[in-house]
């Protein structure tokens, strides 16, 4: 058995880079141009974005289902970037060089077990998660800062 990692797809940002800063506040979002790398992630490419690039930084529903686990937070999203297709087990670098929270829910959305690893645990993690047959998906965190970084969905070999 191995695992998928899922980026967020581009459409629904799309139009938050053509928005005016004034609009952007009033969506809880800001355009922030990038200083450093590593230190913006982008959940569309799962690659940190380059030194120089412009990124918004939104509130994100990462965790939709109204159950006590409902949540949102801050997320970076690049412009005219591809959503990034991982294969099978394909652990992208953003997520390997992070300390990672790495959280498993049940298919009614209910948190089953939880644990914080280096992003180059990971792999070992992950499958260790999904051995449970009760566990439908994993969702991956930045630790430190909480954010969420992409999706998990299991895949039969």
Not at 34 to 54: F, H, Q
Not at 65 to 79: C, D, E, L, Q
Request: aromatic share 6%.
């Amino acid at each position: 058995m191995t695992f998928q990692i899922h980026a967020l797809p581009e459409a629904p940002f799309v139009p938050l880079f053509s928005m005016s800063d004034e609009d952007l506040s009033n969506q809880n979002a800001r355009r922030v141009v990038v200083e450093s790398k590593p230190g913006t992630p982008c959940r569309v490419s799962l690659a940190d974005a380059e030194v120089g690039e412009t990124a918004i930084l939104l509130n994100f529903e990462h965790q939709p289902n109204n159950t006590p686990y409902k949540a949102s937070h801050a997320i970076f999203v690049r412009k005219g970037v591809e959503q990034a297709r991982l294969a099978p087990g394909e652990i992208p670098e953003v997520l390997r060089i992070r300390l990672m929270s790495v959280r498993a829910f049940d298919s009614a959305h209910q948190m089953i077990e939880a644990d914080v690893v280096e992003g180059r645990e990971l792999e070992g993690i992950i499958e260790h998660m999904f051995e449970q047959p009760n566990i439908a998906y994993v969702h991956l965190h930045n630790a430190k800062q909480g954010c969420f970084a992409a999706s998990v969905t299991r895949v039969s070999s």
